[in-house]
């Protein structure tokens, strides 16, 4: 059963704190004991305890400290689109470690596959760029080598790997969601960090995301001050928008209802309807946890509040995301529902800091390529 919400029924206030912070306070003693686990292993590698080793091709890792939500994956194709646009011949690959696969090690994703077999992100990620090979490999530093024995890429994006501490990333993009802000979270259980905040320090890059507009100078340096940056550390921020409709049958482009009925597999469900809700009136949101495995049942839950009247109005149409219509799809009754799949737009506030950070990437991993100090 989905961990369903029905946030037209609550009052505006109410279903605008679906995005708070919630402090599950009777969780407090296991959260304590995740962190002392995590710093015990953090302290083991930076003491040489545990040995970290470069990847066998230049990595680019893009992570956070939280679980989930930050928007990884949409500006993993944004700045692999930047990347591949400003290139010079660079053939770059992606590596993910496939959540939600039943599959285990090291495969190279099949367009035509499933997420059972590849994951919902990576196999999006295939689609999205035909030219571009995407890997799954629990093991990093086993998947790198296996992609560097292909002859197919001269560098890789990783997406999520900052907490695989064995490998030593080439660049380390940190992406912070500014509605989830780490300074004031808890620790798994309690809360959603996994990884101690005073890692994000340690990145080459901080990408503030969800920031609902662009920010001023003074803005940043806030910002900078409360996640306790280093003075030269580039800081940039973003904005998410919904950027279109599309048929999940037939992929072509759709108006917007009037109505609709949300389902989102996300670990900030909140955010997707507020976007949702600038365009049409979200009626019923069927929010399950992130990565949720779609059946027939679920399905037909939907149907039946299509035919249903909520506050004088039936909604038109099933919206969801696009890592979420990989698991949708491919279920029988799928295409006998009107389901539109809502595609997420990058929207950077900061094109100059933006555009410097592409090539301070790009010499960076031409220099590890090359292994020269120059």
Not at 7 to 19: F, N, Q, V
Not at 36 to 60: C, F, I, M, N, W
Not at 81 to 88: A, H, S
Not at 351 to 358: C, M, Q, S, V, W
């Amino acid at each position: 059963m989905a961990l369903r919400t029905n946030p037209s029924s609550l009052p505006a206030g109410d279903r605008a704190a679906t995005s708070v912070l919630r402090d599950r306070w009777w969780w407090a003693p296991l959260a304590a004991l995740f962190k002392v686990g995590v710093r015990l292993r953090h302290s083991a590698y930076d003491r040489g305890l545990l040995k970290q080793k470069e990847g066998a091709l230049p990595t680019v890792v893009l992570g956070n400290v939280t679980v989930g939500g930050t928007g990884k994956t949409p500006h993993l194709k944004v700045l692999l689109q930047k990347l591949m646009d400003r290139g010079q011949g660079e053939r770059w690959a992606v590596l993910s470690r496939g959540y939600g696969r039943k599959s285990k090690g090291f495969h190279r994703v099949d367009r035509t596959g499933t997420p059972a077999e590849f994951g919902d992100e990576p196999l999006e990620l295939a689609r999205r760029f035909p030219g571009v090979p995407v890997f799954v490999c629990e093991d990093r530093l086993e998947g790198l080598k296996r992609i560097a024995e292909t002859g197919l890429a001269d560098a890789v994006v990783l997406d999520d790997g900052l907490q695989h501490r064995r490998l030593k990333p080439t660049v380390s993009l940190m992406l912070v969601d500014t509605t989830q802000p780490v300074d004031r979270d808890h620790f798994l259980p309690r809360g959603r960090l996994r990884d101690l905040p005073v890692r994000i320090p340690e990145a080459d890059a901080v990408i503030l995301t969800r920031c609902p507009s662009p920010y001023t100078k003074g803005d940043l340096r806030l910002w900078g001050h409360r996640l306790r940056l280093k003075p030269d550390q580039p800081l940039l921020h973003t904005g998410t928008q919904v950027d279109g409709l599309r048929a999940m049958t037939t992929k072509r482009y759709a108006g917007w209802p009037a109505s609709c009925i949300a389902v989102s597999g996300l670990a900030n469900p909140a955010q997707f309807e507020h976007q949702l809700s600038r365009q049409c009136r979200v009626l019923s949101h069927f929010a399950y946890p992130d990565h949720h495995t779609f059946t027939e049942d679920d399905l037909r839950a939907w149907a039946a509040v299509l035919k249903r009247e909520t506050a004088g109005r039936r909604p038109e149409a099933i919206i969801t995301t696009q890592k979420d219509a990989e698991r949708i799809r491919p279920l029988e009754a799928a295409a006998d529902l009107p389901i539109l799949v809502a595609s997420l737009k990058i929207q950077w506030w900061d094109e100059e800091p933006l555009g410097a950070l592409l090539s301070s990437l790009r010499r960076k991993v031409g220099v590890s390529e090359d292994g020269s100090d120059i």
